[in-house]
């Protein structure tokens, strides 16, 4: 059964780095997605990115991420300056064209900024 | 989207019904119930939507009341497995929406031996 993919699963980080996180999402499909999840605290929605281009972000998503699909396959989620509350699990998920359908998530990378 | 309301925890004896509750009362017409879960950090999982007709699949059956302001997921025979925390989300559907999912706090279910 095709799966949403991400990798690395744990990213380890100094806070002002820059880090990227990487999806695969499943291959016919045209919506992505990330969302992060604090601990403890529950899953929010960061960017959705359709036809190329972002479609809609939240407040969250502020200058200091990016997100891109540099090839057919991956989906990326880039932090320019890191910060010590940017530690959390991150989140690709993917879905074929059409309102109704559901949402296929990855397992998630878990970023830990010191 | 409208706004849902679950109960924070419960329990449930395996191999048993889990019926899991969710009050929408200010659901409009063209919302659709969603419920998800997720099992101790993974990604979230789907597992059923519905309008206004009850939905069953092969996870789960979605029973919602003719006035749509509540739904329950149930689980008909629920095993350790489906110790998870258990969304119940409200959006609206098409063609102008980008799909992004609201999670609520949910409800962590228990499931016992």
């Known amino acids: 059964e095709p799966e949403v993919t991400q990798t690395p699963s744990h990213q380890v980080t100094q806070m002002g780095q820059e880090v990227i996180l990487r999806c695969v999402p499943i291959?016919?499909?045209?919506?992505f997605y990330w969302y992060r999840q604090i601990l403890g605290q529950k899953v929010e929605f960061l960017v959705s990115?359709?036809?190329?281009?972002?479609?809609?972000k939240s407040e969250i998503f502020d200058d200091q991420f990016s997100v891109e699909r540099p090839d057919g396959s991956n989906f990326t989620l880039k932090i320019r300056s890191t910060k010590l509350e940017d530690s959390a699990m991150y989140f690709c998920?993917?879905?074929?064209?059409?309102?109704?359908?559901?949402?296929?998530f990855g397992p998630g990378t878990r970023l830990t900024v010191l | 989207d409208a706004k849902t309301t679950q109960p924070t925890s419960m329990d449930c004896a395996e191999g048993r019904a889990a019926n899991l509750p969710c009050n929408h009362s200010?659901?409009?017409?063209?919302?659709?119930v969603y419920w998800y879960r997720q099992i101790h950090s993974q990604g979230p999982q789907y597992i059923i939507h519905?309008?206004?007709n009850n939905e069953t699949n092969e996870m789960a059956s979605l029973i919602i009341t003719e006035d749509r302001k509540s739904s329950t997921l149930i689980l008909p025979h629920a095993t350790l497995r489906d110790t998870a925390v258990y969304y119940c989300?409200?959006?609206?559907?098409?063609?102008?929406?980008?799909?992004?999912?609201?999670f609520g706090q949910g409800t962590t279910l228990q499931v016992k031996p």
């Open positions: 519905g309008l206004k």
């Open positions: 990115f359709y036809n190329n281009e972002i479609s809609e």
């Open positions: 989300i409200v959006r609206v559907v098409g063609s102008s929406n980008t799909g992004k999912l609201i």
């Open positions: 291959s016919n499909h045209l919506y």
């Open positions: 200010t659901i409009s017409g063209n919302e659709y």
């Open positions: 998920a993917s879905k074929v064209a059409g309102g109704l359908n559901e949402q296929f």
